[in-house]
């Protein structure tokens, strides 16, 4: 049971660059979050989905694009790179009903 | 809106020694509190959770009472092990959003 993969585990771009960060998971949960983890400043909350084809912006959206058109699959995009996007970025799945959020391993993005 | 504060880090600790971290926590209606733990490289694993006014969550010999009183969910061990080296994120969750603390890094020394 794989749960939340997340890839590239790093990766490195130069501003301006885009890229997108993918998030799967195969536990058939309703919800998908993407979060932001930097220091001092726990994790926030960038794009969630309650359900294929649904997204809504979080805390801190700005920057950054998501779609919805599967279950399995919620993929963060990052249309224009910029330095203040060097973070670590996690994305999460839960079912309907359940608080327990289940997290993939996180990808470590520097922007140079 | 909804927010969590944890006490300020790093926390060092000796092996066998007694752990406290506090969490307070501000929220409309009823949340479910939780915490995280993270582990070196890793993602956050749920390490116990409450659900209700004066539940006691445990898990691994970590307790946290949720105290509707007084807002918190104070996370605590008897005796903690060089193993529980880690960052701890109290969280809350109401509706479908999960709001976290800034987490604490605990560094248990042998």
């Known amino acids: 049971n794989a749960g939340v993969t997340q890839t590239p585990k790093f990766q490195v771009l130069k501003t301006g660059q885009s890229m997108t960060l993918q998030c799967a998971q195969d536990?058939?949960?309703?919800?998908m979050s993407w979060y932001r983890q930097d220091p001092g400043m726990g994790l926030r909350l960038i794009h969630y989905?309650?359900?294929?084809?649904?997204?809504d912006q979080g805390e801190v959206p700005n920057g950054y694009n998501v779609s919805r058109s599967t279950t399995e699959d919620f993929p963060l995009r990052l249309l224009s790179a910029a330095p203040s996007q060097t973070s670590v970025y996690f994305c999460?799945?839960?079912?309907?009903?359940?608080?327990?959020?289940?997290f993939g391993d996180g990808t470590r993005l520097s922007i140079l | 809106g909804d927010s969590v504060t944890q006490m300020e880090g790093p926390v060092t600790l000796s092996e066998e020694a007694f752990l406290t971290i506090n969490c307070t926590y501000t929220?409309?209606?009823?949340?479910?509190l939780f915490w995280y733990v993270q582990y070196p490289g890793e993602g956050l694993q749920l390490l116990l959770k409450?659900?209700?006014?004066?539940d006691k969550g445990s898990n691994k010999g970590f307790e946290a009472t949720y105290r509707k009183e007084t807002t918190s969910f104070h996370l605590e061990k008897g005796s903690v092990q060089v193993s529980d080296s880690a960052v701890y994120f109290c969280?809350?969750?109401?509706?479908?959003?999960?709001?976290f603390g800034e987490g604490t890094q605990l560094t248990v020394n042998p």
């Open positions: 929220a409309t209606g009823y949340p479910s």
């Open positions: 999460a799945s839960r079912q309907a009903g359940d608080a327990i959020q289940h």
């Open positions: 536990m058939n949960h309703e919800y």
């Open positions: 989905s309650v359900g294929a084809g649904i997204t």
């Open positions: 969280a809350l969750t109401s509706g479908s959003r999960l709001t």
């Open positions: 409450a659900t209700k006014a004066d």
